[in-house]
Nanobody
Framework: VQLQASGGGLVQAGGSLRLSCAASGRTFSNYVMGWFRQAPGKEREFVAAINWSGKDIVYADSVKGRFTIFRDNAKNTVYLHMNSLKPEDTAVYYC??????????????WGQGTQVTVSS
């Protein structure tokens, strides 16, 4: 599975961005797609995940109410819509795929990352 993330950029605090991640290659009939981020000097952290049907969604507490994850299975694409962005949201954002049930760990395939920078 190859994952291509896009949509990052520079935005002012309070602004919005939408990230996209398209999966190609071998795809699985039932897989979870997730977003993670890594800020400079920090470990990578879980942001959000969505299962195949879209009925199961998990968010990190730090983004609840501000970020929305959704997917288009016909396009093998997952999106992360980010509202009310804060400077602490600045990070490289990665999409990832795992098989099985929704979870915050245990992802098998990773995209290359897209930079999100939020200025104060």
């Amino acid at each position: 599975v190859q994952l291509q993330a896009s949509g990052g950029g520079l935005v002012q605090a309070g602004g919005s961005l939408r990230l996209s991640c398209a999966a190609s290659g071998r795809t699985f009939s039932n897989y979870v797609m997730g977003w993670f981020r890594q800020a400079p000097g920090k470990e990578r952290e879980f942001v959000a995940a969505i299962n195949w049907s879209g009925k199961d969604i998990v968010y990190a507490d730090s983004v609840k109410g501000r970020f929305t994850i959704f997917r288009d299975n016909a396009k093998n694409t997952v999106y992360l819509h980010m509202n009310s962005l804060k400077p602490e949201d600045t990070a490289v954002y990665y999409c990832a795929v795992r098989r099985g049930v929704i979870a915050t760990i245990g992802y098998d395939y990773w995209g290359q990352g897209t930079q999100v920078t939020v200025s104060s």
